[in-house]
């Protein structure tokens, strides 16, 4: 069956006001909202005083991008320790306050590291060595002497030139330590390294080296020493033990 135009017309004519009044309202409903305006958007930068390595700058920018509109555009400037944004007077607002929170001085720890050593069960020393460093920061610290060791020799003659090679002796740290939990995550290498008495066998210029080293994560607790590890000398009654405290630095 055909209808025509005209009869179609009609039929909406005929439609009762409160139906053509339904449908005008639907079609009003599922309708896109307008964008809101928020206001004139500002250019401003903010400097980053405390957070300077680019993970934790990376970390604030995600946050201010996850915490304000759309419309807000936010861009780091890692090589000046600056955040660029364009936004409405609102989300800059929000932005100062949350740096204001984020953008803070990390808290510093004194670590501490205790040698003590003992023959026969009777201690003979104690040596303590203290580093101040901040969370996810990487501390190394030398002490000791440059011992030279003959490599080799150039040359046929009757003197040849010796080709000499500089070790370290003595104290070797490197330490990093993480707030984790109640405690602190600390993750270090301690390392004692001396020329022996004895010789090597292989001749004068070659000497022994004796080292001693401890490597590995540890959770201690604020104010608390906790024993790193414990070894023999080999070849004699000798002990060593190496402890560690970390305290908050005031």
């Given at each position: 069956?055909?209808?025509?135009?005209?009869?179609?017309?009609?039929?909406?004519?005929?439609?009762?006001?409160?139906?053509?009044?339904?449908?005008?309202?639907?079609?009003?409903?599922?309708?896109?909202?307008?964008?809101?305006?928020?206001?004139?958007?500002?250019?401003?930068?903010?400097?980053?005083?405390?957070?300077?390595?680019?993970?934790?700058?990376?970390?604030?920018?995600?946050?201010?991008?996850?915490?304000?509109?759309?419309?807000?555009?936010?861009?780091?400037?890692?090589?000046?320790?600056?955040?660029?944004?364009?936004?409405?007077?609102?989300?800059?607002?929000?932005?100062?306050?949350?740096?204001?929170?984020?953008?803070?001085?990390?808290?510093l720890y004194r670590l501490t590291y205790t040698?003590?050593?003992?023959?026969?069960?009777?201690?003979?020393?104690?040596?303590?060595?203290?580093?101040?460093?901040?969370?996810g920061q990487r501390m190394q610290m030398k002490?000791?002497?440059?011992?030279?060791?003959?490599?080799?020799?150039?040359?046929?003659?009757?003197?040849?030139?010796?080709?000499?090679?500089?070790?370290?002796?003595?104290?070797?740290?490197?330490?990093?330590?993480?707030?984790?939990?109640?405690?602190?995550?600390?993750?270090?290498?301690?390392?004692?390294?001396?020329?022996?008495?004895?010789?090597?066998?292989?001749?004068?210029?070659?000497?022994?080296?004796?080292?001693?080293?401890?490597?590995?994560?540890?959770?201690?607790?604020?104010?608390?020493?906790?024993?790193?590890?414990?070894?023999?000398?080999?070849?004699?009654?000798?002990?060593?033990?190496?402890?560690?405290?970390?305290?908050?630095?005031?």
């Amino acid at each position: 069956m055909k209808i025509s135009l005209a009869t179609t017309a009609l039929c909406v004519l005929l439609l009762p006001s409160g139906a053509a009044s339904a449908q005008s309202a639907v079609a009003t409903t599922n309708a896109p909202a307008p964008p809101q305006q928020t206001g004139p958007h500002i250019l401003r930068t903010f400097h980053l005083h405390y957070t300077d390595t680019q993970a934790d700058q990376n970390e604030i920018v995600t946050a201010i991008r996850n915490l304000s509109s759309p419309q807000l555009r936010v861009y780091l400037v890692p090589s000046r320790n600056e955040i660029a944004a364009n936004g409405s007077p609102e989300d800059l607002k929000m932005i100062e306050d949350l740096l204001a929170k984020l953008d803070v001085p990390h808290k510093l720890y004194r670590l501490t590291y205790t040698f003590t050593e003992s023959d026969g069960g009777k201690r003979i020393g104690v040596s303590r060595y203290a580093m101040t460093l901040a969370p996810g920061q990487r501390m190394q610290m030398k002490q000791g002497s440059r011992v030279p060791l003959v490599t080799g020799s150039v040359g046929h003659d009757a003197q040849p030139m010796k080709q000499t090679q500089y070790i370290d002796v003595g104290l070797n740290f490197d330490s990093e330590v993480e707030e984790y939990g109640a405690g602190i995550r600390l993750k270090s290498m301690v390392e004692q390294s001396s020329v022996a008495e004895e010789k090597s066998g292989m001749g004068p210029e070659d000497p022994v080296i004796r080292q001693t080293k401890v490597e590995g994560v540890s959770i201690l607790t604020e104010g608390k020493s906790m024993s790193l590890g414990e070894l023999d000398v080999v070849g004699s009654t000798r002990h060593m033990q190496v402890d560690a405290v970390i305290e908050a630095v005031k």
